[in-house]
């Protein structure tokens, strides 16, 4: 089979070459096509540009396969926990037991946060979204780190900033939580594991030591490595485009987490509990809202489906499925928008509207109620799909530096007005 493709503009044939991923994924190269043609091409979304060459994750959106470095989802989320794999996504190999010893306790030096950032979570009104948050906090980590600013930092500097971020994240996003409840701010215990340790600062008291349920951490080592990388999302390309203007870590990654908070991208998991508990309210008629879903005059979308990459099934959401019954009975949660959810995955999986256009459950539709029936409110959901995303986040900007990738610019096809005549304030 050919290795080059052709392109004819006006009569003339031009070659591009075909290059082919380690999984056999085809792409063709235009990197040169302007020089050559004078042309570029126009793809609104993004929906069949490749925006790099990665070897961190790799996707299969037909035959729902995801897998980081790879090894797959399944695989990691039953065997190993949330540390391991962002190791594996951060340096590209799975760690001893004596790397990881050493990635762990590295991250325990570094989990607290200056006293002064506190002053910042008093400024903000008691209503704020954690998101918004969440992305200021963690671009002002950089005001407190000013060396992590060089865009040149040795690979012990990147490396230690990459570290300060992973741990000093979960402490954030624990008192951004604590702070919401007015409760007092739990600081971190080095002698807990990353995720023990988060779930320590969350549901831990200032008055008595409170014991750790281990069905909660499992579950939450579950649903972190289920969203720590999805390779070029929204959010990740956020971070690598920022980043590419040699900006900072920090700043990359607050850029990414305003990417995430949309509903559209990782909001989704707020948004579906918000739409069960309308449907709940409403009384539950399912089909009422399946068909308000298909009704292109009502902006209703069936939040929690469908998916740019996967068109047969997402394969986080099968795990998440069975994790989320083992949840609520292993904690002996009954929970009404259970059965609202499941009616409608149903529903709608045998409803030719989403038959056709190939909308299945991702992995937010039943994220949220796990997230709930460990405790968490609302509008803390996207802040854990962000702790998740994390590790994610960093390897892709760290790969995008190490491959000296260059400014992330793409070009446009102007449809504006031309050559107006300039007409002075008083005369128009
Ligand atoms: N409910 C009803 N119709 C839908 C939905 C939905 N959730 N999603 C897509 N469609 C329809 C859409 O109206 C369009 O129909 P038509 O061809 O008749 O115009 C067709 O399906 C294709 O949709 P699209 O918007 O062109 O697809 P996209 O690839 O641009 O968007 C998506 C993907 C995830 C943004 C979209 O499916 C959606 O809005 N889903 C709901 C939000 C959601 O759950 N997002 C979380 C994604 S997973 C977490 C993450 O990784 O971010």
């Known amino acids: 089979m050919s290795d080059i493709a052709e392109i004819k503009i ?77 190791y594996l996504l951060i340096y590209g190999k799975l760690p001893t037991q004596s790397e990881l010893d050493n990635f762990q306790n590295t991250i325990s030096r570094h989990t607290l946060i200056h006293e002064d950032m506190k002053k910042f979570l008093d400024g903000y009104p008691s209503k704020s979204h954690p998101m918004a948050q969440l992305a200021s906090l963690v671009c002002s ?98 971070v690598r ?17 305003s990417a995430l908070w949309g509903p559209l991208h990782g909001g989704a998991n707020q948004a579906v509990i918000e739409m069960l508990e309308l449907i709940k309210a409403d009384g539950g008629d399912t089909e009422k809202w399946i068909n308000k879903a298909k009704d292109k005059n009502d902006p ?28 609520l009975n292993k904690l002996g949660i009954n929970d009404p928008v259970l059965e609202i959810a499941k009616k409608l995955e149903e529903a709608a999986l045998s409803d030719p509207y989403f038959i056709d256009r190939k909308l299945y459950p991702n992995v937010d539709f039943y994220s949220g109620i796990i997230y709930r029936a460990l405790g968490f409110p609302t509008d803390m959901f996207t802040v854990l799909f962000a702790l998740g995303r994390l590790p994610g986040w960093i390897a892709q900007w760290k790969e995008m530096h190490e491959n000296n990738e260059p400014i992330g610019r793409p070009r446009q096809i102007y449809v504006g007005d031309v050559d107006q005549k300039f007409v002075p304030i008083n005369e128009r």
């Open 10 to 86: 006006g009569g003339q044939t031009f070659e591009f070459p075909v290059i082919t991923g380690t999984e056999g994924e085809k792409a063709i190269d235009i990197s040169k096509l302007r020089d050559l043609t004078g042309y570029v091409t126009l793809d609104s979304g993004f929906k069949n540009t490749g925006s790099t060459k990665s070897a961190i994750t790799f996707l299969d959106g037909e035959l729902g396969v995801l897998k980081y470095r790879g090894y797959a989802i399944e695989e990691l989320a039953e065997k190993s926990s949330f540390l391991e794999v962002t």
């Open 141 to 238: 980590l950089s005001t407190f780190y000013p060396e992590s600013l060089k865009a040149n930092s040795s690979k012990e500097e990147l490396d230690l900033t990459m570290i300060k971020l992973l741990a000093k994240f979960p402490t954030i996003v624990s008192f951004i939580y604590k702070k919401s409840l007015g409760h007092p701010l739990i600081y971190p215990k080095n002698k807990y594991d990353y995720v023990t340790n988060f779930i320590h600062m969350i549901f831990g008291q200032r008055t008595e030591e409170v014991e750790i349920d281990p069905v909660v951490v499992n579950a939450m080592n579950t649903l972190l490595i289920l969203h720590a990388d999805h390779e070029q999302n929204c959010s990740s390309s956020t």
């Open 241 to 257: 485009i920022v980043g590419s203007s040699d900006c900072n870590i920090y700043a990359s990654v607050s850029a990414g987490i």
């Open 300 to 327: 209703f979308r069936m939040m929690g489906f469908g998916h740019r990459v996967y068109k047969n099934f997402d394969p986080r959401a099968k795990i998440i499925k069975k994790a989320c019954d083992d949840v």
